[in-house]
């Protein structure tokens, strides 16, 4: 028999649909995978065999069909999921078992698709390399002792490994994309408010966007219509139509781009990049050009801004949701001896229960936002966060999507930018101009440099989702696929 | 110094803030209910307890309700405004920020006009905005409920996400010495407008309305002075109370060459003095900003219009109309408004009673009731229909004034219409001239000698006769008929 693990999304589905194999045999075949590899890569948190399993058996007793029925999948831990631990990697989380499910778990379990378990990130989603994670790093399949991208590194992980056919993460700054990246995984961030936020627990709110992760393109985009979608629960979601990315995805496959018009943005080019990924970069583009596609240098003078715009209101918004995690109601609580003011209490409560990083970013949060210091700091990073819409807006109107790499540099080895928060910060730095405009993004594995990922990133205007997958599919289908070393 | 003394020397600038409890069936945020007084913790949801992942979803029931509010009180409704996070710990609050306004608030720029004295005074809105309301916190085990000496303290969330409307006047200078009164009759009239339009109870003493006040003095040609804030008012008699002792206050320490402070003042009921409380010398950083969870409100104008064209009447327009109709004076207008009672009454009225009946059922014996049960008076259990129905029997001679009080507490008990209550306790005036003329003759038998002085002449002794009848008869006999026919039969009429 083949090995279930190596299998695409696409063709488990269809398996599982002709009842050559059972959800059942589908999901026990990750969960072994999962039991003889994560002790070296540690991608999951928590694993749900149970539960993963009465889902499995739901659909092999028919209850359940659908275009991903039976497919299992693994859920980054910063999303709520009824009776399973959800932490977001945070000790002030530790065993908390939420009472509800996100909207995107219920879209999930209504289409059959049983939960392996939660991955791990970054604390609360605050990182590029979870190595900030409270649990302990996971690592890059593709050399352990080097980090698998961030937040999302659990997530993308789990699929580099064989862990997972498909995982669900969050792109705040590039959380999906950037790990997606360093990992040779595909990963998506659609639209902000094409995906539902609740149940996601908050990072900073008007970025926050989750997203789906695969090994193709096509397996990413068949998550993205299972997942996407209008929720009344949460203001931010979009009431329309999910633009059709499993048709933009197999259409792309065909290979034809022409008439499709590439903006390469000028400002990303060159500096701060390894020659490795701008060479792997650019050889993507001629493939692409002899697909049909059009190259179009455009400018986008704001995005150099894109940076400290976003570590301005990234951590205000992150300072303002942080404030419920006071030892009042859940999660952890500390000092409470009965001879501690409340104030103590919360604060040895915070102290014991959030890392350094989370801590630093509530510091400069609660500072930019303070009075005195709004206008000069958030007020004006508000400005930027408009200009840079406008730069899409006008690159919008000259070309289809606009193209870069999805990070400056491979995977690196741990430790080696911990030390300098903006070293670490300069990983996001293609992917958070995105996030300040709200568009749709996708990385896609592009080549190596030095045996590691190198990751394409496609970016779309706003609610054109359909657009990136069929650009995605078709760079796909000329580069080929990558697979990291055997563990 | 008395206080005319103060105000012939300083001149008082007042303020008001008033926070305004929204009576939407489900919460601001998300959709528990708001029913008051359910057990702890029973009215809650992963969005009001502020779980992680869970999001507010804006109730439009209140965004409805705060511009009618808005209307009412005549002011502009923003095109476009958001919602904003103010941002601090408090332990009833699950978020640890207060969903609210600042800068962009859904209602700007109106007025209120109050009547003081025949005199009408403009009061200028500020704001009119949109916040939540917290949980509560209960302090067990010390002796006085509150948190010195307790061993533990508890939370309810049944409250924390509540609409509340916040409702901020402009400074008002230049009242004198009437700004007690006015700050009275501002806090009355807005009370009235809000229940005119259906969105709260407003009631003061259950804390679905409060106040706070800011009072500062100047002298005349200067600057404005420091403003204290005195917090949570809850009566009517207390705004105009908290007012004047704040004017006396602040006059005693400016007169010897002392400062006021910028503070927030606690109101005492007891005393009728206030009392300080946080010093505002620094100002507390509540970092706002724009929420991002909600998106912005954008309320269309169409709809806008069509709440403007449906306000009710306005109450003090109202009020002079039934004042007129009904024939009573303003103070007895004023304590059938202050009573809830205006529409009650309208209604009674409507359903074929007298006003002077309608009036004297509701603002007597069913606001005794309402006050013993500590219920509003519309839901002490009789309704217009009933009490217009009652006094017809009083009016058709069945029911006399003291059978009638009997049958309206088996209407508020739930037994009935009047009709049915009468029937069932058998209180219907005895009006069968056969009994009565029985129990005449038998209380004349049974007491000769007073039969025989008012045979002699003196009258005014009947009235032991008549007591007699009505004692055999349980108060049933029309005391009139009974006098009249005990005269005949003793040949004196």
Not at chain 1, 88 to 93: D, N, Q, V
């Amino acid at each position: 028999m083949t090995d279930l693990t190596r299998l695409s999304a696409a063709s488990l589905a269809s398996k599982i649909a002709s009842k050559e194999v059972s959800a059942v045999e589908v999901t026990t075949a990750h969960l072994d995978r999962i039991a003889a590899v994560d002790e070296r890569v540690h991608a999951f948190l928590h694993v749900d065999r149970e539960g993963a399993l009465a889902a499995a058996r739901k659909v092999d007793n028919g209850e359940i069909t659908g275009p991903l029925a039976g497919v299992p999948i693994a859920v980054k831990d910063v999303v709520t999921t009824k009776g399973v631990p959800t932490t977001a990697a945070s000790k002030i989380l530790e065993g908390w078992k939420p009472p509800y499910d996100a909207t995107i778990v219920e879209r999930l379990k209504q289409a059959g698709m049983p939960i392996l378990g939660k991955t791990n990130m970054d604390e609360f989603a605050m990182g590029s390399s979870t190595e900030y994670s409270a649990y302990g790093a996971t690592n890059n399949p593709w050399d352990l002792g080097r980090i698998p991208g961030g937040s999302g590194g659990g997530s993308s992980a789990a699929l580099a490994a064989f862990e997972a056919p498909l995982a669900i993460g969050t792109d705040t700054g590039g959380s999906i994309r950037q790990p997606g990246a360093v990992t040779g995984t595909v990963g998506a961030k659609p639209t902000y408010g094409g995906t539902s936020r609740y149940g996601l627990i908050a990072f900073s709110s008007s970025l926050d966007t989750p997203g789906p992760c695969g090994r193709t393109v096509e397996d990413t985009a068949l998550l993205h219509s299972v997942m996407a979608g209008y929720d009344p629960r949460d203001s931010t979601s979009i009431n329309a139509p999910v633009p059709d990315v499993v048709k933009a995805a197999r259409l792309g496959k065909n290979g034809d781009l022409s008439g499709v018009k590439l903006g390469v943005v000028k400002e990303f080019a060159g500096d701060g990049s390894e020659p490795g990924v701008l060479s792997s970069f650019h050889e993507s583009l001629e493939k692409l050009v002899k697909l049909g596609a059009e190259i179009v240098e455009v400018s986008c003078p704001n995005f150099q801004y894109a940076l400290p715009a976003y570590y301005l209101i990234a951590p205000s918004e992150a300072s303002s949701n942080l404030a419920r995690f006071d030892g009042v109601r859940y999660g952890l609580r500390e000092g409470d001896d009965g001879n501690r003011s409340l104030e103590e209490v919360m604060s040895l409560t915070r102290e014991a229960g959030f890392g350094a990083e989370v801590k630093r970013r509530i510091i400069i949060g609660t500072y930019a936002l303070s009075s005195g210091y709004y206008d000069a700091y958030y007020g004006q990073a508000q400005k930027v966060r408009t200009l840079i819409t406008r730069d899409f807006q006008s690159a919008f109107e000259r070309v289809d999507v606009l193209v870069s790499p999805t990070t400056p540099f491979v995977a690196f080895p741990f430790g080696s930018r911990t030390s300098d928060p903006y070293q670490m910060y300069l990983a996001d730095l293609f992917t958070i101009p995105t996030n300040l405009y709200g568009g749709p993004a996708i990385s896609v594995p592009c080549g190596l440099s030095e045996g590691l990922p190198v990751g394409f990133q496609i970016m779309a205007p706003t609610m054109a989702d359909d657009r990136m997958y069929r650009v995605a599919a078709a760079l796909e289908s000329a580069v080929g696929s990558f697979t990291p070393p055997e563990l | 110094m008395t206080y005319e003394e103060i105000l012939t020397k300083y001149e008082p600038v007042i303020g008001l803030e008033t926070h305004v409890e929204l009576g939407t069936r489900t919460k601001m945020f998300c959709g528990c209910k708001t029913d008051f007084g359910a057990e702890p913790n029973t009215q809650v949801c992963p969005v009001c307890l502020a779980l992680p992942g869970a999001l507010p979803v804006m109730n439009k029931a209140a965004i409805e309700a705060t511009i009618q509010i808005g209307l009412a009180l005549n002011c502009d409704i923003a095109e476009w405004c958001r919602m904003a996070r103010k941002n601090y710990f408090y332990p009833d609050m699950p978020k640890n920020f207060q969903t609210s306004q600042y800068d962009e608030p859904l209602c700007v720029d109106g007025y209120v006009d109050v009547e003081v004295d025949g005199v009408t005074h403009r009061i200028g809105i500020e704001r009119v905005h949109i916040e939540e309301d917290t949980g509560k916190t209960l302090h067990v085990g010390g002796a006085t409920g509150r948190i010195h000496g307790a061993t533990e303290s508890l939370v309810d969330y049944n409250r924390a996400g509540i609409p509340l409307v916040e409702i901020v006047t402009k400074p008002v200078p230049g009242l004198g010495a009437l700004a007690p009164e006015i700050a009275k009759a501002y806090v009355a009239e807005l009370r009235d407008i809000v229940r005119s339009l259906g969105v709260s109870d407003v009631r003061m003493e259950q804390g679905s309305m409060r106040c706070d006040v800011n009072t500062s003095l100047n002298l005349p040609g200067e600057e404005w002075g420091t403003r204290t804030e005195t917090k949570n008012v809850n009566s009517l008699r207390s705004v105009e109370r908290a007012v004047r002792s704040e004017i006396i206050r602040q006059a005693g320490i400016l007169d010897e060459g002392g400062k006021i402070f910028q503070e927030t003042r606690h109101f005492q009921e007891t005393t009728g003095d206030t009392r300080p409380g946080r010093s505002k010398e620094t100002a507390t950083d509540y970092r706002y900003f724009p929420e991002p969870d909600l998106v912005p409100i954008a309320p269309d104008r169409a709809w806008v219009a069509a709440l403007k064209e449906a306000l009710p009447e306005k109450p003090s327009v109202k009020r002079a109309r039934l004042r007129e109709d009904w024939g009573i004076s303003e103070i007895d207008m004023q304590s059938v408004a202050n009573a809830g009672a205006v529409e009650l009454i309208e209604e009674t009225i409507a359903a074929g009673a007298s006003p002077a009946g309608a009036r004297k059922w509701w603002m007597g014996e069913l606001a005794r009731r309402a006050n013993e049960l500590d219920v509003e008076l519309a839901a002490v259990g009789a309704t217009p229909a009933q009490v217009a129905a009652l006094q017809k029997l009083v009016d058709d001679g069945k029911l006399n004034d003291k059978l009638a009080r009997q049958v309206l507490e088996g209407v508020v008990a739930g037994e009935g219409d009047p009709a049915e209550v009468m029937a069932a306790r058998g209180l219907e005036v005895v009006s069968d001239t056969g009994a009565l003329t029985k129990a005449v003759d038998d209380a004349i038998a049974a007491n000769p000698d007073i039969a025989a002085k008012i045979r002699d002449g003196k009258v005014a002794a009947a009235g032991a006769l008549v007591g007699a009848v009505m004692k055999t008869t349980r108060g049933q006999a029309d005391a009139k008929a009974v006098r009249e026919l005990l005269l005949e039969r003793l040949g004196v009429s």
